[in-house]
């Protein structure tokens, strides 16, 4: 990758400069992007990894139209978030195509642009319009279809590929969804690079995405009719908060040392107005407060009648243990379905979940489960689980369910809930 010029110059500077004399707000998002030639003559003619936008040698032979088309096209790539969010997808459900996923993510990009007449779209450019339509026989116009479908809901109505082989890994072939999509970006090179990376701490990434979400905003409020985006999209980056960090300010909280009243010491008040009350008048009793010496303690119970991915219970795993051993917290796990399969106790900071064994498969119910974890007296329990169970007993101490992506909407019977996506 070559390094640009001394004097800050690239081949798409000609094209920013277009983008921010005729859209001035979110043109100049261009501005918050890192720009570089490439040597590369084999590529795209111009790509994003999320970060950066690189030009091909043959960029520059372009008209300027055409240049000022495709760095606007690759600057929403950016804005919008798409690498880092085809990065996310894929680790979410494992198995994502980047081609049927590029094909979407440039299908709303061009329909954003297609307003504007001061810059150019290549000619065989497929639209969100028209990828609904003759993909999955969806005929809405373009306004509606872009304040409705977001890149991930659009990429999982498109895949509709299925194993070939269920024996053998990878072996997947196109439905008739995702057949035709391919047809239809084939004249578009892939120009979405995913490296090992473009998706960072989670939390960097959320805290990136709300950036990016108020930028978007702020531009096409200050450009008007004159913004890159037809409309403010469906398709915005959510500044979505990881459910790691949501899991450890709430674990904090519930396990975080707790003052006592100690009837032994006085309070620094009681001290202080005995001297000013004088030798001869008695004063009530006021207590003091003392650290708890009882150590905290966490219930962890994995429900293992549902099917939760391995990938995720190894995550959730890490997590618990790196909290345990902050807090310096006692952990027991009671691991079971319909009934308590296996109780484990771990003493403060010397946690392992991922040497325990999950197994199960029996029916569901979360009685037996919770009611062996409150004879463990916990301050704070997490419940791994699907939520497809009763539960007739509720403890006195507070309850988070933990719960895989694709049982988000299963209401729980009481406490909060915690999406693992």
């Given amino acids: 990758m070559a390094s640009l010029p001394d004097d800050g110059t690239h081949r798409g500077t000609r094209a920013v400069q277009r983008l921010v004399e005729y859209a001035p707000s979110t043109g100049g998002l261009a501005l918050w992007i890192a720009h570089c030639d490439i040597a590369t003559t084999d590529g795209p003619l111009i790509a994003t990894d999320g970060r950066t936008i690189e030009y091909a040698p043959a960029f520059g032979k372009l008209p300027l139209p055409a240049q000022a088309g495709l760095v606007a096209h690759e600057v929403l790539h950016v804005a919008l978030r798409h690498p880092q969010r085809f990065a996310d997808l894929r680790r979410l459900i494992g198995d994502a195509d980047r081609e049927l996923f590029n094909v979407c993510a440039d299908a709303i990009v061009n329909s954003a642009l297609g307003h504007l007449g001061w810059l150019a779209l290549p000619p065989q450019a497929v639209t969100l319009e028209r990828l609904l339509s003759e993909t999955l026989g969806i005929r809405q116009p373009v306004e509606a279809a872009l304040l409705e479908w977001n890149v991930e809901r659009l990429y999982r109505a498109i895949d509709d590929r299925r194993e070939k082989d269920p024996k053998r890994e990878g072996s997947r072939e196109d439905g008739p969804a995702s057949s035709r999509a391919r047809v239809l970006g084939a004249k578009d090179a892939i120009d979405l690079l995913i490296r090992p990376d473009t ?8 805290e990136r995405s709300r950036e990016w979400h108020e930028r978007i905003a702020r531009a096409h409020a200050g450009d008007g009719a004159h913004s890159l985006l037809r409309a403010l999209l469906a398709d915005l980056p959510v500044a979505r908060t990881p459910w790691e960090q949501v899991l450890r300010t709430r674990l904090a909280r519930g396990l975080a040392p707790r003052r006592e009243l100690s009837w032994s010491r006085p309070s620094r008040s009681y001290i202080a107005n005995q001297g000013r009350a004088g030798p001869n008048r008695r004063m009530p009793w006021e207590p003091g407060h003392s650290a708890t010496r009882r150590v905290p303690r966490l219930a962890v119970l994995v429900d ?22 902050r807090l310096e917290a006692g952990m027991v796990v009671v691991i079971g379905d319909d009934r308590v399969q296996h109780v484990e106790h771990f003493e403060p900071g010397r946690s392992d979940l991922r040497s325990v064994a999950f197994t199960g498969g029996g029916g569901t119910d979360f009685t037996p489960l919770l009611e062996e974890a409150d004879r463990h007296r916990p301050d704070i329990a997490v419940f791994l689980t699907d939520l497809q169970g009763p539960a007739r007993f509720q403890p006195r101490w507070p309850v988070i ?5 694709a049982n988000r909407d299963a209401p729980a019977p009481f406490g909060q809930k915690l999406v693992l996506v």
């Avoid at 998706?199 to 959320?206: I, L, R």
């Avoid at 293992?304 to 909290?323: K, N, P, Q, W, Y």
């Fill in 199 to 206: 998706e960072g701490p989670p939390e960097g990434e959320a």
């Fill in 304 to 325: 293992v009648s549902g099917s939760i991915e391995t990938t995720l219970m190894d995550r959730f795993a890490r997590e618990i243990e790196a909290i345990t051993r």
């Fill in 401 to 405: 369910w933990a719960v895989p992506e």
